[in-house]
């Protein structure tokens, strides 16, 4: 960290921590003042067709490169190493299950963000927050697809393992290493940085409907009773459970 | 035994006269707002036609409601759980749009602004989607009268067995109206489909809800719902449903649309019912069966053992009371003339149905008969083969022996009145044949002609000392409703519905009692003047120069 410039700091260090407390005391904000507003606003109701494919392949694309993220950035090389994975093996396991993802997602942003863009009803709904995220979330992908396709699949490759992955996991064990990301390439600056500047921006978009995934949803009885005698209301923020069989004791 | 009440709704389809009035104060109270506009908790139908939205009724195409798999188990008819989980970044059964008719307005500024010419000057209309010009194709009542019907009303999903019939004696025209609210069901599909557990049944009076902040927009509530009774805020991103005027009916009242109908043909009451029946007799595996099935789900509340078991599992001695003292239970269960909208739905519906008898009175009259004969109406209803299997599709699942009795029913009423009032003979055979008696159908009379407001109504208030615990189970600091967009707060609209609205002048502010006109003169703001003698309702002359 010696010879990191105080501008490499803020970018490489300050940014994340400050995205990292807007986020989480952001969320908290939004959860207790702004249930009303938590919500993935639906489009469906104004424009069905380009929909049902845009979103869907978005949307699993998304979780493809999310996974691959928790794969290659907080898992460290000497564990696949450890297993016997060879670097080569990784690599180009990485690189098609990343085009994949990156192609899915692609098509995926290119037909919601026309949509959004070019059919007057979605647009009509469209917040300027939108266009923010959506503009992040483009630059995001694109430059997190530059070096999957050109660089991983048909370039030399180049092992971000060493350089972007040991910085960022640095960031949580307190020592986070400046010099490796300062020295990436630029794609993959420019990659983290907007991520971080989503995760800044992500409590007051509509993406915090991706934390109200409805798993429990499979377990619950089919039908909601709710009865004026259920207990004192439950404070905002608080997970107290929120159905009961019917004639279950209180 | 669970004894539980619901607040049920009875409709006498003969006496609605289609004026959308139910419509209209329902919409001024509930959805009249930016993301509501193509809302409507009350819309009201002609029938034969096609409805809102479009085909709603057609379960193959929209597979709403529930089914039976292959053990005879309830099911969803949109599938598992996890098959909606995995479709929620896209729901194939969602209507759009357009199936509801695209809202519009008009920019009335154009009209007010148009320079003095011969041409007259005409509002056109405008999307209040986008705020750009449209041509209106579609809407709630678009098929008024049978508007259309040449065209589209074969398309009706209720007349699919007997196209053939209605296409060769299209002469015999019938139609009536069928006004719709959410039917607050007692096996509500929509509260099964909601993945995120935001929909409930109130275990009090059985109304069914949306937790506007529990709700994460996932949509599946309305493709869920068989009578597409839950409609999406495309404004706020949430479902929002007809609550049955809930505010009111804790306090006693009837619901707006049930206190301005014109033909005061609706009837608000208790329903009792055992809570541990309704699961299989949703489940009752011939869909002809499932109207009996639902009544055997009702207690009688003159029944001391039913009385006495209500009482002990903490329903109020008045709600009690209400119960025996219903109209809703005496029309649907002890006079059997109300009958449930799509009981094959299997959602157990309890906004109840009179089926109409004028279709069959106006062909007895167009013949030369008396309509109050009731020899000559049971032969016509025998005769009209196409009103009375319709009418069956719709409110007992294609049973044609159900309507025939309550049809008969509702004629000898008319003819025995008839006979009482004129003193003429009447042969109390025809009575018995239907398994009823004089006082019975007396009764009847009474409830169908002149009950009074409190009778129609008899709505025991939600108890005082609860009221504290009812508001708060909602979970909410301040009420949702008065958030942004809520009908608490008029809601702003997105830049592209702002855009057409006229501007407010800018010295027109609420609070003042007057303002400024565009032609410089001084005037009274009709919506801010406090009776202020200065500010004379009517300007004096010399106030105009
Ligand atoms: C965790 C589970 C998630 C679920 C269940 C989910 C579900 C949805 C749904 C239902 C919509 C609305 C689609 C419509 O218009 O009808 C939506 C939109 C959207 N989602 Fe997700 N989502 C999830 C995760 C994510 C994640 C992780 C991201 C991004 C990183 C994301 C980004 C978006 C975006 C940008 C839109 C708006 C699309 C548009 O422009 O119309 N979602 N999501
Ligand atoms: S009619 Fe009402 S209660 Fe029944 S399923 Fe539809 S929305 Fe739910
Ligand atoms: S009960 Fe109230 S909310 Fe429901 S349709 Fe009638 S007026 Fe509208
Ligand atoms: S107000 Fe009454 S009579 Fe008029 S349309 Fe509505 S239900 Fe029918």
Known sequence: ?250 | MRVMAQMAMVMNLDKCIGCHTCTVTCKQVWTNRVGTEYVYFNNVETKPGIGYPKRYEDQEQWRGGWTLDRKGRLQLKSGSRLRRLLSIFYNPDLPSIDDYGEPWTYNYQHVIEAPLGTPNPSAHSISALTGKDVTVGWGSNWEDDLAGAPERAHLDPNLRDLQERVRMEFEQVFMFYLPRICEHCLNPSCVASCPSGAMYKRAEDGIVLVDQDKCRGWRFCVSGCPYKKVYFNHRTGKAEKCTLCFPRIEAGQPTICAETCVGRLRYLGLILYDADRVLAAAATRDVKDLYEAQLSVFLDPEDPEVQAEAARQGIPADWIEGARRSPTYALAVKHRVALPLHPEYRTLPMVWYIPPLSPVADVVHAAGYDPADPDAVFAAIDAMRIPMEYLANLFTAGDTGVIRRVLRTLAVMRALMRADQLGLPFDDGVISELGTSRTDLMDLYRLLAIAKYDERYVIPAAHAEDAGRLASQHEQLFCSLDGEGGPGMGGLGPHGIRAFRPARRPDEVAESETFRDTDGRLRVNLLAWKGNRDVPLFPSPSNEE
């Open chain 1, 1 to 250: 960290m010696s010879n990191a410039t105080s501008s490499q700091i803020l970018l490489w260090v300050g940014l994340p921590y400050l995205a990292l407390g807007i986020f989480v005391v952001g969320h908290i904000w939004r959860w207790r003042y702004d249930q009303f507003g938590w919500t993935s606003r639906s489009t469906q109701l104004q424009e069905r067709r380009l929909l049902k494919w845009g979103s869907p392949i978005f949307h699993y694309g998304t979780f493809a490169a999310i996974m691959g993220h928790v794969i290659g950035i907080l898992i460290p090389e000497r564990w696949t190493a450890a297993i016997g994975i060879p670097e080569h093996v990784y690599r180009w396991f990485s690189a098609t299950a990343g085009t994949v993802a990156a192609v899915l997602i692609l098509a995926g942003v290119v037909v919601l963000a026309g949509r959004r863009l070019f059919i007057a009803r979605v647009r009509s709904t469209t917040d300027a927050v939108d266009y923010f995220a959506l503009v992040l979330l483009l630059l995001i992908i694109l430059t997190g697809i530059i070096p999957t396709v050109f660089v991983n699949l048909l370039g030399g490759g180049y092992d971000y393992r060493l350089t972007v992955a040991p910085w960022f996991r640095g960031l949580f064990s307190g020592n986070p290493d400046v010099t490796t990301i300062a020295s990436a390439p630029i794609v993959y600056q420019v990659h983290a940085a907007a991520s971080w500047v989503i995760w800044a921006v992500w409590p007051f978009t509509r993406l915090v409907h991706a934390w109200s995934y409805p798993l429990w949803y499979l377990w619950r009885p089919y039908i909601v009773y709710r009865s004026r005698k259920t207990a004192p209301p439950i404070e905002p923020g608080t997970a107290g459970r929120r159905w009961r069989r019917i004639g279950a004791g209180y």
